[in-house]
């Protein structure tokens, strides 16, 4: 039986006075800690975003040939189709060599603060040319990749179109650029968003009482601001460590950035947006299970035990954050030349 | 000078006429050889095509998890951003092993009478199911295919969704036909489609004379029908055997399918749609300028000397091939779950 239709009108009306007022203490209180993703692309330092330039750059990011193999393309570890990772535990790159770390999305990575697990890029920019030279990733040179380019004349046209001004517009500096330019354009508005500008039916029941277990139980102190993560950095087991399956102890995380040893097992909070379809978890990626992911971070993280049915209210809150991916045309890429470099599936020993 | 303002409207009258008197011949030629793309998708044998199903099998080409280390789709080797393939000499499989031949072209591949440069697959259903199941390439099993599906419940819906009359829809054989269903959209029109179909203006003149030593050295009696190719079997070295760099003695072709000894060294005559951008060449890859290819054919098939300019004329036409790819809007992929078989990249020894 529906409890409204027992109560007078004036005690309804209270009732659902009081219901509104609470998702608007609830709103006012997630606005100080979160914000909505903006209705139109940002714009990145140093880097004016043009039409043209995000078309170059959506080519590049899917072009295999940016590879010294020609098998790998930024979206084979940064999937578009999966969430923006390539779901691995850690990515397989070149010579079938496994990476250090898990792939970390690359949608609405543009507001993350710093780039990688250990922040050691500033931007997107200057994150775009680590994998393209990484001997495990896609192990090319930044001469190769521009003798790539300048072997295919539309790609030469496209780069001019992209740096009008420029007396030399193909560069690798230019090829990060595209690139960042593209990966901006990468937004993925969720029901949250919808939440947070005043959509009161945008989430569940449980994905709002996940919201506010995700305050009160102080998740939102490390995982905040549009990302909900990804700007700033802290000792992953800052209450307890957690077991070396998942913090391996090779990998001291920001200690290498920074050499310093408050830094040693320090990694950037992970942004939480799509982060329900982006398994494997951690740095590590040895966590498939986000509700197990839940439980690790609130007793490594917070000391809290939280009990089996907030720690579901806060998946199904994350679950709030998987948001829609901006339709992608699959691009249709310059063919190579005679000029071209030769793909090379060989393992350079350095 | 234009030599129409120096003549008589009666002799212009003439020679125009006898110009689209040759123009119309030589359509009529080409036309007892070659068929336009027709535009409408064709039907293929016991496998109704529906907006469910091709829009099932654009997913399941895309997704990755199709192979056992999460790294390989159907589009790493056949990808639509390069022409429908994958631009490696042979293509780098599971554990970084190479595969035996050139991938060929996923593009109107529907039109071939058989698949594979040794036509062992009657049709892309069959086709479908070898790579991911060959040990260098995708290095997966039906069972773990069917079970990584039925593991997503977006997976399950659209099986349904495409196969609305069968009890038990997620199976191997209907991934494989959800993925032929796919792979009979992507057909690429051309200029030398519109020419065909009357447009005088599609083609230049180079091409025009390039189509018609196409037809005069006889090239087009092997490359024939609507992919110029892809349905009959000839011995490479018909009339002289081309080096071991370019026919590795290994590789017997059709033999192996046959086992008829005139079978050695046969192989499926390559569909010419598309080829001047899906280099390099011959089911070896050894060759990657067009040119050469076509030097290469005319003297080991047709025992023929071609002039410098007849060769860049033929390549010219060839160019008249490239067509356009239908738009395709990358897919989003359903999520893992707990039930989801974990990839794996490790090699297995058989």
Redo the contacts between chains.
Sequence with gaps: MDFRQTLPATALALILGAQTATAQDLRADALDFFAALPSTTPAVSDNPITDDKIALGKALF????MSA???FSCN?CH?????GD???ETS?GH??Q?GPRNAPTVLNAVFNEAQFWDGRAADLAEQAKGPVQAGVEMANTPENVVATLNSMPQYQDWFKASFPEEADPVSFDNFAKAIEAYEATLLTPAPFDAWLNGDDNAMTEQQVAGLETFLDAGCVSCHNGINLGGHSYYPFGLIEKPGADVLPEGDKGRFVVTETVDDEYVFRAAPLRNI??T?PYFHSGKV??LRVAVEIMASSQLGAELTGEEVGDIVAFLGALTGD?P???????P??T?ATP??S?EIMVE
Excluded: H, M, Q
């Excluded at 999937?79 to 969430?83: E, M, V």
């Design positions: 899917f072009d295999p040939r193999s020609g098998v084979s999937n578009l189709a999966t969430g390539d779901n691995l397989i010579g079938w496994k329900a379809v398994a498939w299970d991916v339709d992608v045309v699959y691009p249709i890429l063919a190579e005679a030769r793909p599936g």
